[in-house]
């Protein structure tokens, strides 16, 4: 019995946390009932990731940006800007490939340089002058193509959006793919249930372990359970294409990031700006220099996105990544970040961006018109924040 | 007509933890200008707070009977409805509306929900007449000074007409001049028939104004002296102040005292935002290894601002002076610089200003060091929760574990992560910003220890407080600090607490 009430005052105290992954699997299971199993095939779990990634590449730095305290209206707009660019670098200046993309991220970079200098330096708060950001780099998308799509671009370049791990290596069987597609599985596995022993092992050493020991393993058995399911739609289950080359891009930023926020001393400097500025200023944390680096990154994943988005669709125009910036945000909040800053996490964030892209995904199968799908997304939101505040009323908290 | 126009009787409102008052009495006769003396932490605004109803009738043991009618006020509004006006410390008043308007704020002259605003601005103008302001009703109040702010807000009080004003360390913020018509407009309205409660740590002002004088201490009242009967002295009145038993409270210790570590030379520090006002005037002062200093000074003497501004110029503007570590000069002008150089300062607002409560203790003992705990930017975890769990024994941290949230733990445990924070960054003086505030009895014996074995490490601690007792408990050498000048030095065998509230209070030489 009291192992019970152990258990349930664990899952009590994590709550926030397990429940956004308790509410992904939820919906999941959902609209594989509701699309009598449409959701859960090969093509259209390709797609899913494919659809979303340029906004989780947003949601990571997103996060970020938020746990500071800040906020970045900007995203959508610049993510256009770089793509605009990218196109102009490779169509007009005749630039290879990869120079291009190397270019466009550096480009990335500049933005972030120019409105983290308005935050950090200036104290102009990060709203403003992202709200402004999100007006001139629209500006400058449109005047950069004069108001025309930019069409279509190199086959290398339109890969890192829509292509695929190695898919015509051995174009005489199928094969091939499902076995990188599988190897890379395998090797996703490894490294994570690795990652959850080791931290384990450590904390056991300290006498620091306070996850009981059946809740850890039946979180290893989850995730042993998603990446050998991804697996196998994605290389193995009739109609798959492989992996996208996307989802192994997110997979290590989710990796570096994830570690970055957690383990560096970056990621404690903004844990502790977003927590309490004043404290973390009088404990000798250049919180200038934190804003500035969290808005070029923010930035540079805002390019990549770019970079992603332009690739997938083969083409840069004045109205691109119109409202990605929305989608990050509500990713990032729905994921657990607090408004106030100081909470949140890389993960929590990439989560409440799968959420939003399902709904949207599996809405999209039932024939939903995409008005319900907004009605319905908003509320999603608006429902995930209250449950987070709810959750912290009752805990007590501030 | 009842002569007491207010009676408290045996009020006792206690926190979680601290007995804030205990059967406090408190009698005001009409038409008199009643002072409240007493220490930081006396309760006085607590006592004050139950009168206006912040505490609500039932949150409070004890009576009040005002104008002769028992009263159980649910909140402000019942207390003004009666006509009990607070004006507290920090002014209450909306900056970009004229003052007109801040005046009948929630109390707006309007027919059907339309201000009328002529009437507005000639009640205002004669209100302001009665307070002896010549303003226009329509200024701004960013556009006055914190004075004429102040009269705006007896303004304020007497459109409600007031019947009893409590005014809360009224002239702590204003200059001299400024000082002096205030209070004049109080002896001005005791004419007018209003009586006034004002609290203040000016001893002269007391003298000047008040008919009588009700002494609290640690949440008790000690006396209430007739200002006008008998010839009462400010040294009568701090006696009554200060006046405890000192014994047992404080931890033994043999003081080796050895080189000097920390000096600052005539450092003058300027407000942030008012132009001119300087805040802190040429101080000197000095701190050896292994001695514990305290600066002894009331609230806006300029403690935390002297603190804060050498500590990396986390305060002010304009400042001039020189800090010497060891004897050598060093630059301050950052807070890393500061943390570099060997010196830490704990703040006095814990919870604002030197915890991420939304953390866990390991994270906010490393918050200030956590270079020592990083290889090539990553943060060591393991290193970290060992040397976070080493400090949560050492300093008898109770929290549940290191990954406790600093948010939910005691006021005592909370500053004692504090402490740990700068420990961990092992600086040679450690200036600590009234270390006990808010901290049970028990806790404090404990901080005290912990400063002990501070300055047997060998580094010199600086105590800011402004309890005497404490002071004296603790420190070997004491200043006194009084509106930003250092205006005495005493070693401990020569300090009584009587002499230090004399130098606290003294007016700067003129």
């Known amino acids: 019995m009291a192992a019970i009430k152990d258990a349930v005052g664990f899952l009590g105290s994590r709550l926030r946390q397990i429940g956004i992954f308790i509410a992904l699997i939820v919906i999941v299971i959902l609209f594989q009932v509701l699309t009598d199993g449409r959701l859960l095939t090969a093509g259209n779990v390709s797609?899913?990731?494919?659809?979303?990634?340029?906004?989780?590449?947003?949601?990571?730095?997103?996060?970020?940006?938020?746990?500071?305290?800040?906020?970045?209206?900007?995203?959508?707009?610049?993510?256009?800007?770089?793509?605009?660019?990218?196109?102009?670098?490779?169509?007009?200046?005749?630039?290879?490939?990869?120079?291009?993309?190397?270019?466009?991220?550096?480009?990335?970079?500049?933005?972030?340089?120019?409105?983290?200098?308005?935050?950090?330096?200036?104290?102009?708060?990060?709203?403003?002058?992202?709200?402004?950001?999100?007006?001139?780099?629209?500006?400058?998308?449109?005047?950069?193509?004069?108001?025309?799509?930019?069409?279509?671009?190199?086959?290398?370049?339109?890969?890192?959006?829509?292509?695929?791990?190695f898919p015509n290596?051995?174009?005489?069987?199928?094969?091939?793919?499902?076995?990188?597609?599988?190897?890379?599985?395998?090797l996703a596995l490894i490294f994570l249930v690795g990652q959850q022993l080791r931290g384990r092992a450590s904390r056991v050493k300290h006498g620091l372990e306070d996850e009981p020991l059946a809740w850890f393993v039946t979180k290893l058995a989850f995730t042993a359970m998603l990446v050998l399911g991804l697996t196998y739609l994605l290389g193995i289950a009739p109609g798959s294409r492989g992996t996208p080359i996307v989802l192994i891009v997110l997979g290590v930023l989710v990796v570096i990031y994830s570690s970055v926020m957690a383990r560096s001393v970056f990621g404690r400097h903004v844990y502790a700006r977003g927590g309490n500025l004043h404290a973390a200023q009088l404990s000798g944390i250049k919180t200038q220099r934190v804003d500035f680096y969290l808005f070029v990154n923010m930035g540079v994943l805002a390019a990549l996105a770019g970079l992603v988005f332009t690739g997938r669709l083969n083409s840069a125009g004045p109205g691109a990544g119109n409202l990605f910036e929305l989608d990050a945000i509500a990713a990032a909040f729905i994921g657990g970040a607090a408004v106030t800053g100081g909470i949140g996490t890389v993960i929590g964030a990439i989560t409440g961006g799968l959420i939003m892209g399902v709904l949207n995904n599996g809405m999209s199968l039932m024939g939903i018109n995409t008005d319900y799908q907004q009605f319905i997304k908003g509320m999603v939101l608006l429902l995930a924040v209250a449950f987070d505040v709810f959750n912290k009323r009752r805990s007590g908290g501030r | 007509m009842v002569t007491n126009i207010l009676e408290m009787r045996q009020i006792t409102k206690t926190f979680p933890g601290v007995k804030a008052l205990q059967d406090v009495n408190l009698t005001v006769q009409r038409g008199e200008v009643h002072a409240i003396c007493g220490e930081n932490g006396a309760g006085k605004s607590t006592l004050m707070k139950v009168l206006s109803g912040v505490y609500p009738h039932g949150s409070y043991d004890?009576?009040?009977?005002?104008?002769?009618?028992?009263?159980?006020?649910?909140?402000?509004?019942?207390?003004?409805?009666?006509?009990?006006?607070?004006?507290?410390?920090?002014?209450?008043?909306?900056?970009?509306?004229?003052?007109?308007?801040?005046?009948?704020?929630?109390?707006?002259?309007?027919?059907?929900?339309?201000?009328?605003?002529?009437?507005?601005?000639?009640?205002?103008?004669?209100?302001?007449?009665?307070?002896?302001?010549?303003?226009?009703?329509?200024?701004?109040?960013?556009?006055?000074?914190?004075?004429?702010?102040?009269?705006?807000?007896?303004?304020?009080?007497?459109?409600?007409?007031?019947?009893?004003?409590?005014?809360?360390?009224?002239?702590?913020?204003?200059?001299?001049?400024?000082?002096?018509?205030?209070?004049?407009?109080?002896?001005?309205?005791?004419?007018?028939?209003?009586?006034?409660?004002?609290?203040?740590?000016?001893?002269?002002?007391?003298?000047?104004?008040?008919?009588?004088?009700?002494?609290?201490?640690?949440?008790?009242?000690?006396?209430?002296?007739?200002?006008?009967?008998?010839?009462?002295?400010?040294?009568?009145?701090?006696?009554?102040?200060?006046?405890?038993?000192?014994?047992?409270?404080?931890?033994?210790?043999?003081?080796?005292?050895?080189?000097?570590?920390?000096?600052?030379?005539?450092?003058?520090?300027?407000?942030?935002?008012?132009?001119?006002?300087?805040?802190?005037?040429?101080?000197?002062?000095?701190?050896?290894?292994?001695?514990?200093?305290?600066?002894?000074g009331l609230m806006g003497a300029g403690r935390t601002e002297l603190a804060m501004s050498v500590f990396?110029?986390?305060?002010?503007?304009?400042?001039?002076?020189?800090?010497?570590?060891?004897?050598?000069?060093?630059?301050?002008?950052?807070?890393?610089?500061?943390?570099?150089?060997?010196?830490?300062?704990?703040?006095?607002?814990?919870?604002?200003?030197?915890?991420?409560?939304?953390?866990?203790?390991?994270?906010?003992?490393?918050?200030?060091?956590?270079?020592?705990?990083?290889?090539?930017?990553?943060?060591?975890?393991?290193?970290?929760?060992?040397?976070?769990?080493?400090?949560?024994?050492?300093?008898?941290?109770?929290?549940?574990?290191?990954?406790?949230?600093?948010?939910?733990?005691?006021?005592?445990?909370?500053?004692?992560?504090?402490?740990?924070?700068?420990m961990y960054s092992d600086p040679d003086v450690l200036i600590l910003d009234e270390p006990t505030r808010g901290i049970d009895v028990g806790a404090k014996y404990e901080i005290y220890t912990i400063i002990n074995r501070l300055a047997s490490e060998g580094k010199a601690v600086i105590v800011i407080s402004s309890e005497l007792p404490e002071l004296l408990g603790i420190c070997d050498r004491i200043y006194a600090l009084s509106e930003g000048h250092l205006t005495g030095e005493f070693g401990i065998a020569d300090a009584t607490p009587e002499l230090l509230m004399q130098y606290m209070t003294k007016e700067k030489e003129k």
């Open chain 2, 62 to 296: 004890g009576e009040i009977a005002f104008e002769g009618d028992t009263v159980q006020f649910r909140d402000i509004g019942d207390s003004e409805a009666k006509g009990i006006v607070i004006i507290h410390q920090e002014l209450a008043l909306s900056p970009f509306l004229s003052i007109a308007e801040n005046i009948f704020l929630g109390n707006e002259i309007a027919t059907r929900g339309f201000i009328d605003w002529d009437k507005t601005n000639l009640e205002a103008s004669k209100l302001l007449a009665r307070v002896g302001l010549s303003d226009s009703p329509i200024t701004k109040i960013v556009d006055i000074g914190v004075g004429k702010q102040q009269l705006v807000e007896i303004a304020k009080a007497l459109s409600k007409e007031v019947k009893l004003l409590i005014l809360d360390e009224p002239t702590a913020a204003l200059n001299d001049e400024d000082s002096a018509h205030l209070l004049d407009l109080i002896k001005h309205l005791r004419e007018q028939g209003i009586t006034s409660i004002i609290i203040s740590h000016k001893l002269n002002e007391i003298k000047a104004i008040a008919d009588k004088v009700t002494i609290l201490r640690d949440g008790r009242t000690i006396e209430t002296l007739d200002m006008r009967a008998d010839d009462v002295s400010e040294d009568r009145i701090i006696k009554g102040m200060v006046g405890r038993d000192l014994e047992h409270r404080y931890p033994d210790r043999t003081p080796k005292i050895g080189e000097e570590i920390f000096r600052i030379e005539g450092w003058t520090v300027h407000h942030p935002s008012e132009a001119g006002r300087v805040v802190i005037h040429g101080a000197n002062l000095s701190a050896r290894a292994g001695e514990v200093v305290g600066i002894a």
């Open chain 2, 312 to 422: 990396g110029r986390s305060y002010g503007k304009g400042i001039t002076g020189k800090v010497f570590m060891h004897g050598k000069e060093v630059r301050t002008r950052t807070v890393s610089e500061a943390i570099g150089n060997g010196i830490a300062y704990a703040t006095e607002d814990r919870k604002h200003f030197g915890l991420n409560l939304l953390e866990d203790v390991k994270r906010n003992v490393s918050m200030a060091a956590l270079g020592k705990l990083a290889k090539r930017g990553w943060v060591d975890g393991e290193k970290e929760f060992i040397i976070a769990n080493e400090y949560r024994k050492s300093m008898n941290i109770k929290a549940p574990s290191v990954s406790s949230l600093t948010g939910k733990l005691s006021g005592g445990n909370q500053q004692k992560v504090v402490l740990s924070k700068w």
């Open chain 1, 169 to 186: 290596a051995f174009p005489a069987t199928s094969s091939p793919a499902e076995w990188i597609t599988v190897g890379l599985g395998v």
């Open chain 1, 47 to 165: 797609n899913i990731i494919v659809q979303n990634s340029y906004i989780l590449i947003l949601a990571i730095g997103m996060v970020m940006i938020i746990i500071a305290g800040h906020i970045d209206l900007s995203v959508g707009s610049v993510a256009a800007f770089v793509g605009a660019m990218s196109g102009v670098m490779i169509t007009q200046w005749g630039f290879p490939w990869w120079v291009a993309i190397l270019g466009s991220l550096i480009i990335g970079a500049l933005v972030g340089a120019w409105q983290g200098f308005w935050v950090a330096y200036v104290g102009i708060p990060a709203f403003i002058v992202t709200l402004a950001g999100m007006l001139i780099f629209r500006g400058l998308t449109q005047i950069v193509l004069g108001n025309r799509q930019i069409t279509p671009f190199p086959t290398e370049y339109r890969q890192l959006g829509g292509g695929f791990v």
